[in-house]
């Protein structure tokens, strides 16, 4: 069911209850002080938002501009009762989000329809959110695939480096041993595979930390950096 704020003074309130009420598909909250409208939008989602006309100007308008510093961008569905040549407060007001305007004096059909309108938006904005949401999902989940098949591939790539230069030292330990190289031969071939495998294992090092580093994200695909090896 969605929710919409009703934004009016107290003597109009009674004529837009009655109106709500055979609304089955809303649910309405009012208020008639724009600081306590504001307050319930700081803690509460909103889908629609109806500002009356028994409002001070300059109060429906500082409120639709503090209310857009809340809502953040969201293009909620803003609907104004307004006189009919209050052009220029109606341009003001579209600069502040308002979506839509119902004239005064107000045809009960009329803000009806344009309700439903707003109701239909909002459930096309949010179920296209949905969708977006879930192909963002999948592109994640695609996204680690990819990866963990790289580091896997790459961790292969070390741990055959390690293996390799481990074997070397070995066969040269035995050369020594049959007494086909010389102990200083032996010293520098074993320092020279003990820096190979230690660069693996800083390269294997290096690797993790950058995967550490994409597991403590909390951001977008967009903005994950290309994972990066050394060489």
Known sequence: MQKLLVLENESNHLFLEKLMAKMDFLSPIFFHHSSDALDWCLANPVDIVLIGC???IATSLDFLADLQRILNNQ????IMIASQGALEIKLRALELGVTD???VPVEQMELVMR???AVKFRLNQKNYLLAQNRIHELQKLE???CLTAGVAHEFNNILYIIGGYTDLTALTI???DNQLISIDELKSDVLSNSEKINRAVVKGKT???QMLAYCRR???LGDLPPLNVIK
């Not at 293009?75 to 803003?78: D, E, F, K, L």
């Open 75 to 78: 293009n909620i569905p803003i």
């Open 115 to 117: 309700i439903k309108n």
């Open 143 to 145: 996204f680690m695939d």
């Open 218 to 220: 909390d951001e977008t």
């Open 207 to 209: 690797l993790v930390e």
């Open 174 to 176: 035995e050369d020594m």
């Open 54 to 56: 028994r409002l001070p």
């Open 101 to 103: 305007f119902v004239s």
